[in-house]
């Protein structure tokens, strides 16, 4: 890692938008520390997935923080932790859906911003966006923005005034399919992610979770093949 | 505990503040959900106090969650979960002190925000106060309302207007003597506390760190005595 370069946190859950996100802030200069959790999520494949890119893409460090946030851990009750059916080709409600995890980027990007302050790093980077949101409600550039301005409140750095800290959403504002065309455009290798909410015991990708969902019609509408094997069901 | 009344989520570190913090909670009538946490800490007797001062006021509910801000996972670089020297009877400097650990309390709150929706409560303790602040920027009122702000963007229960989530600091004005004093006219045991940051092996407080130093400033401008035993150095 080039120590001349401005240092970025890069939250990167192995799925096909933080791969992406990771990307842009290394396309945008940054040594970047890549950070991912291991919060009780149902399977492992996303994180194993996450140490593939990262690898892959050369980062610095990558970091895996164990914090339980299943109900056993006396958290969750989401579908992404617990013992909940995973919604399937399910019509877009508008609604939350069971997936949310309560908190969820609330806790990654207090975390996060601990290790920046750590690391020495100002910038943020996390791969919320418009569609993904799909009723999460932290992933709106409101709540971004209100993390930011905490979080120059909650440091030391912040509060003595070494620097700035800001939260980048590169993906905010683009369609599925802009993500996977900007990825591949620097060299994404998208065969590494992981998205699906339910594979199988073999980590293959359901098709029809709202995650395989989504992520099959963004390849269809960047008119690219979808690199990821889905089991037939 | 009574389903009929408010819940709260209290963040109890085993400390002399947030013991009294949690009597005043329970006095303004919530059912009380404690949430201590294992973050790496060099000693575990605050953990055991937390355990301790729940079950003596009777809270319905405490969890501990694990998460590791040590160094060694990849974190701290504090005097309070890695091998430096906690300082002793040093003056008031005003500066942010080696025992600040990067954004705990930011990780703290998020996470019992994320209980606290679990649970069903919007209303979140904790017992920062300003002589605690002693150059903790996370400690002060204006870090705890940019919290409050996040925290109604971050939630689907915020989001869908279920309530309003208020994060309340009954300690932020107080001096270390009126904690006291009011922890003492609602019951608060404070044998069963535990405050230093520099305990022997078996948990004898040091008498010197800066939390003993202000414990039994306080005690003593309360005109009470401190009913801790302090080992002899």
Redesign the interface.
């Given at each position: 890692m080039n120590s001349e370069l401005p240092k970025a946190v890069v939250l990167l859950s192995g799925g096909l938008d933080s791969a992406t996100t990771l990307a842009m802030a290394l396309g945008e200069g940054f040594a970047c520390h890549a950070l991912s959790f291991d919060y009780g999520q149902r399977h492992l494949f996303e994180l194993q997935a996450a140490g593939k890119v990262a690898r892959a893409m050369g980062v610095g460090e990558h970091?895996i923080?164990?914090?339980?946030?299943s109900a056993g851990?006396?958290?969750?009750?989401s579908a992404l932790t617990d013992r909940i059916a995973v919604p399937k080709d399910r019509p877009d409600s508008g609604g939350?859906p069971v997936t949310?995890?309560?908190?969820?980027?609330?806790?990654f990007?207090?975390?996060a911003?601990?290790?920046a302050?750590?690391v020495g790093a100002f910038d943020l980077f996390i791969g919320v966006n418009a569609v993904d949101y799909s009723g999460y409600?932290?992933c709106?550039g409101?709540?971004i923005r209100?993390?930011e301005?905490?979080?120059n409140?909650?440091?030391?750095a912040?509060?003595?005034g070494r620097g700035v800290f800001r939260v980048h959403t590169p993906l905010l504002e683009m369609s599925k399919a802009q993500i996977i065309r900007k990825g591949l455009e620097l060299g994404v290798d998208y065969s590494l992610t992981h998205s699906c909410y339910d594979p199988d015991p073999e980590g293959l990708a359901c098709g029809h979770c709202d995650s395989c969902r989504l992520r099959r019609a963004g390849f269809a509408a960047a008119g690219a093949p979808d690199p990821l094997p889905y089991r037939k069901t």
């Open positions: 970091r923080v164990r914090i339980d946030l851990g006396g958290f969750g009750r939350i949310y995890v309560p908190a969820r980027n609330t806790i990007l207090a975390i911003l601990g290790y302050e750590v409600p932290d709106r409101e709540f209100a993390f301005k905490l979080a409140l909650a440091t030391a912040g509060a003595e």
